[in-house]
């Protein structure tokens, strides 16, 4: 696999209001924000401004909004799963979630009139604990299969939340479909995947407005700094981060929306492939990259929608891309404060920092591609801190995966 970053203007973006777009707007993150201040753990994650970075590399600023402080799970996905598990219940019973607030979900009373529901899910470790710890919220029960190379840390923290948790011999594409299967032969057995496909769209749609409390916080934070973005830089594993992220924006500056990059590790880069072919395309196999939140290889039909025709550029990123983003937020320069940003969370500061530093043809073709210049004001998202202890520190201590080309570990795992 290349160590080279590669990338594609998007040859499909019309920028024209497709319905999906209406499913991620502010008024949809409005109502998710309500419901997860509801819950007595929400607090409205940082958004750190990393001013002096932003100096060196000469843009205006640089924002990254830290998901590692949502909800004591270290990473955001929990606000999809818990905002789909609540618009579930809601909807089975014909309840308005404006009415279910977080200590009435889990009370008495809406557990006798819902009887025992047991979710499943598969995932790489977020995602899933997310679940997990919503179900456990609410006196359920749930089921989580995690891919082939799953991090047994993530594994346990799963386990930790009273789920039935177990790592499977298949990569993450066919984990959802035995997912799929197990949810449809399990009396009161509801799937909770953050990926859709014809006749699986409900649920995905809701985890993709639960996310819209992320987008929403970090608009508000940003403005409140004397800021709006210019450009956002946000990672895809199906996609429904990316998707959520793209709308909402389009939505609530239009014509003004920020340029928008969407990232993938090569191994699992089925939206950059889609662009490069101009239409849908998955890709399969093994997918083994440190990027394990991102390692999906096929988009989520909703936001793939939306991505298509609003995103501005795809990005293909080998794996040192996320471990330089790593190590940048873990030491950053003086005056600028620290994040733990983890794998699936640091590559868009990777590939942003190795856009801007200049030097490489294809990267400063992309810099011109995107307009990034010295009135730049850049959103990144880190979307998880350490979830896997070990391989954090292995990356950013002993130096894991570097990213100094000509060195002879370049890209390498093991120096």
Known sequence: MS????WTKNPMQTKAPVAALALAG???AEEARAFHRSFPQYTETPLVSLQHLAD???VRGIYVKDESKRFGLNAFKVLGGSYAMGRYIADRLGYDLADLPYWRLGSREIRDQLGEVTFFTATDGNHGRGVAWAANQLGQKS?????AGSSLYRLERIRDEGAEASIQDMNYDE????VAQRAEQTPNGVMVQDTAWDGYEEIPGWIMQGYGTMALEADAQIRAAGDVPTHIFVQAGVGSLAGTIQAYFADVYGERCPVTTVMEPHVANCH???????????????????????????????????LKNWTDCFVSCPDWVAARGMRMAAAPLTGDEPIVSGESGAVGLGLLSAILQGGDIELDAL???LGLDENSVV??????????????????????YCSKEGCKCYGLSEN
């Open 379 to 400: 959103l990144l998202f880190s979307t998880e801190g350490d979830t896997d202890p070990q391989t954090y520190t292995d990356i950013v201590w002993d130096g894991d």
């Open 272 to 306: 950059y492939e889609s662009a490069v072919a101009g239409g849908y395309r998955t890709v399969g196999g093994e997918m083994q990259t440190i990027m394990a939140g991102l390692a999906c290889g096929e988009p989520n039909t909703i936001s793939w929608d939306i």
């Open 367 to 369: 810099r011109g591609e």
């Open 143 to 147: 089921v989580v299969y995690m891919p």
């Open 175 to 178: 984990a959802v479909r035995l």
């Open 56 to 58: 060196r590399l000469g």
């Open 26 to 28: 502010r008024k949809e």
């Open 3 to 6: 160590d080279k970053i590669l």
